[in-house]
């Protein structure tokens, strides 16, 4: 499709639970992407999201009265809604829309029945957060139209775009209420696929064969299965993020998505030159000491420094492969340098250890750690004894003696620079790792590999993971790390392979010379150039195209009314 003037957006809504809401990866997906669009369309870009700030403020939201105090008085007055308009404290600030949904709460039951009524979205088995979530979006398509009216934006062309099954209602409730704006809905994960793979059920052998509809009634996933199958088959364009997500997308929602929409990374905030020394410099030492402090006993300086990082999910983040990986790179009798291996994946805890505390400053520590037997972790779990990490850890043998060459580190809290054992953020710790391994089974972007390789740091991932197909079509050229990244081959049956894969690449990089090394972290980083946002962002100006010409399409029909 040629741009020309009438594909091009006046005005663009985008919502997610996640805008000003840091809980997940699309936060990074939106926070880093926003910037590149703000220089596009300045201030005609408008994010929504959830107003959940009572007691204290969100630490990324500022608030400017400022702006559009006129229609935020007149919501409140004639549609009820509680709109605090702001910047969001991110590159480019763009301005951001918060509202509250809870006073919209009591109307459950009747917006749910239109729902039914307009678009067959099957909640009668709702539960969990998806009530809030689908209040949420409503409201967030009261905000939408209440903005259109207010200003006369009809003459204009206007783009409202929903972010995962939680916003799909809005989307909904925008094609029936305005329907001269143009929808986008970008899943950036199905529920079901993600399902199946979180319950051990094999995805890809027999992706094919399931039947959305009934997979969502096995796994008592109906509700939001429905909002989002219903959500992308009715939009004027359907978005997703890699081209394996795409396949689920069309088995599962029974619609192809019309635009992959990669996810980029703003790396204006890495440190380059000799700033970035220096904080490599500091974060290893941060490392090594809590490691050693940790066992108890030295580590060699030039110890290979490895982790892997992500939500706490077992298989499909593969960390149930890390582990295995790193079982049998203990028993290679030939490996000759020091391996430690941080697990930073955020678990249930209670808060730091207190003895692990006191030794880092220096203290005699006045209490042992609540978590007897688990020599190798940074904070104390609630539940050590059901903690699926410690138990294979554990299983595997690992006894973190002086004079074993593989340790492992297991760092169950988020890594924020408050924790009480770094004090160093997740980007700040990464910058001090050697390598990374991120073997995935259900991965449909990748932000870790992708960040990994922004901060200079090759890393390892798999064809399941979709930065994994893109890397390897645009940069895992050459056997092995030697261009940065390798791309292992995994599927539903070759969990051994993988491991003894992961292995044997971390042996090599053993061996290494600095040199050698130095070479490879630019290959990395190079890589990460071509998987920007200035690249990138394209696709989302493509998809608002082909919104605006569906859009035009769609409205030049004439209108059939649903039979009774």
Request: proline share 4%; net charge negative; glycine share 6%.
């Amino acid at each position: 499709m040629q741009a020309d003037a009438r594909y091009t957006p006046d005005y663009i809504f985008e919502a997610s639970w996640e805008v000003c809401n840091k809980v997940g990866g699309i936060y990074t997906v939106l926070s880093t992407r926003a910037n590149s669009l703000q220089k596009i369309y300045t201030d005609r870009i408008f994010f929504i999201g959830p107003d959940l700030w009572e007691r204290q403020e969100s630490p990324w939201f500022k608030e400017d009265r400022t702006l559009y105090p006129g229609w935020c008085d007149d919501a409140l007055q004639n549609q009820h809604l509680e709109i605090r308009a702001g910047r969001w404290d991110i590159p480019g600030e763009p301005i951001v829309f918060l509202v509250k949904f809870a006073p919209f709460l009591s109307k459950q039951n009747e917006i749910y029945t239109k729902m039914w009524l307009d678009y067959e979205v099957d909640s009668i088995d709702a539960y969990g957060d998806y009530h809030e979530s689908v209040i949420f979006a409503y409201v967030t398509g009261l905000l939408i139209e209440s903005f259109y009216r207010y200003h006369s934006l009809e003459p204009y062309h206007v783009i409202a775009h929903f972010n995962e099954w939680m916003l799909g209602t809005g989307a909904l409730y925008i094609k029936k209420k305005v329907p001269k704006i143009a929808t986008i809905f970008t899943t950036h994960a199905t529920s079901i696929g993600r399902s199946i793979a979180g319950n051990n059920l094999p995805l890809y052998n027999h992706l094919k064969e399931y039947n959305g509809d009934q997979m969502a009634r096995q796994l008592n996933m109906t509700a939001k299965h429905s909002i989002e199958k219903k959500a992308a088959q009715n939009v004027d364009c359907f978005t997703t993020v890699s081209e394996i997500t795409a396949l689920e997308c069309t088995q599962f929602l029974e619609r192809q998505p019309d635009v992959v929409t990669p996810n980029g990374f703003e790396k204006d905030f890495i440190p380059a030159g000799r700033a970035y020394q220096q904080s490599r410099k500091r974060a290893r030492k941060v490392l090594l000491e809590v490691a050693e402090t940790t066992m108890g006993h030295a580590i060699h300086r030039d110890a290979l420094l490895i982790g892997i990082s992500g939500r706490y999910e077992y298989k499909n983040k593969g960390i149930d492969v890390f582990i295995e990986a790193m079982s049998h790179l203990r028993k290679m009798k030939e490996l000759t340098k020091d391996v430690v291996a941080f697990i930073m994946i955020p678990g249930w805890i209670k808060g730091p250890r207190k003895d692990l505390q006191a030794l880092l400053t220096g203290d005699h520590p006045k209490e042992t750690s609540s978590s007897p037997g688990c020599p190798f972790i940074t904070h104390d779990l609630v539940d050590p004894q059901h903690d699926m990490v410690v138990n294979q850890i554990q299983h595997a043998g690992f006894c973190h003696s002086q004079d074993e060459r593989v340790k492992i580190i297991f760092v169950p809290s988020y890594l924020n620079g408050n924790d009480g054992i770094f004090n160093l953020s997740y980007y700040d710790l990464l910058i001090g790792l050697d390598l990374t391994v991120f073997p995935s089974y259900y991965e449909p972007w990748g932000y870790t590999p992708h960040e990994s390789v922004a901060f200079s740091i090759p890393t390892i991932t798999t064809t399941l993971a979709g930065f994994g197909v893109w890397a390897q079509r645009e940069g895992d050229k050459t056997e092995g790390l030697d261009d940065g990244i390798e791309v292992i081959y995994r599927n539903d049956d070759n969990f051994l392979e993988v491991t003894e894969e992961i292995a044997s690449l971390i042996y090599d990089f053993t061996l290494k010379s600095v040199e050698q090394i130095k070479i490879l972290k630019q290959s990395a980083a190079a890589l990460s150039d071509r998987a920007d946002w200035a690249h990138f962002v394209a696709r989302y100006q493509e998809a608002y195209r082909k919104a605006l010409h569906n859009s035009f399409i769609r409205l030049s029909k004439p209108y059939k009314l649903k039979a009774e």
